[in-house]
């Protein structure tokens, strides 16, 4: 089985190019599950552009420029288009970006039963996402 450079538990640690070699669609989220600043902001920015924001600054404060550059850190994490787009509702202002907790919870579960649909075993998983295996047992059950 090839291994993500980071495990694909709790600890979520892609850039914006993993998306593409990643077998994981953010679009594939229950989105209307998650809390209403995280459905907001995938609305504004997209899927993909709202966890990559939320995994680098959830929890934190961030100041949203008038006109971002490409240099920009905002930029470099969510990509020129999304930081403008960020920047013409929030632009000149600072913007408290939702935590991951709930969105970790789903990319762990659909992680899990797409590796597990690949034939990874139950044991495999268990290692890879610091599980026990009846919990990845219990997880895939639900």
């Excluded at 020129?80 to 935590?99: I, M, N, W």
């Excluded at 649909?117 to 139950?122: A, E, M, P, Q, R």
């Amino acid at each position: 089985m090839d291994h993500h450079p980071h495990a694909p538990g709790t600890d979520l640690v892609w850039d914006r190019h993993a998306w593409d070699q990643d077998a994981w669609d953010p679009e594939s989220l229950d989105w209307q599950a998650l809390p209403p600043t995280l459905q907001a902001l995938r609305r504004l920015l997209g899927a993909a552009a709202t966890v990559l924001l939320a995994e680098s600054h959830g929890g934190a404060v961030v100041y949203v420029p008038l006109l971002p550059t490409a240099n920009h850190p905002l930029a470099a994490c969510i990509g020129l288009p999304a930081a403008r787009q960020l920047s013409r509702v929030y632009g000149g202002e600072k913007f408290h970006v939702p935590k991951l907790d709930a969105i970790q919870r789903q990319v762990r579960q659909a992680r899990l039963r797409h590796l597990h649909g690949l034939g990874t075993s139950v044991h495999e998983l268990a290692r890879t996402f610091s599980l026990t295996p009846r919990r990845v047992r219990q997880l895939l059950a639900a």
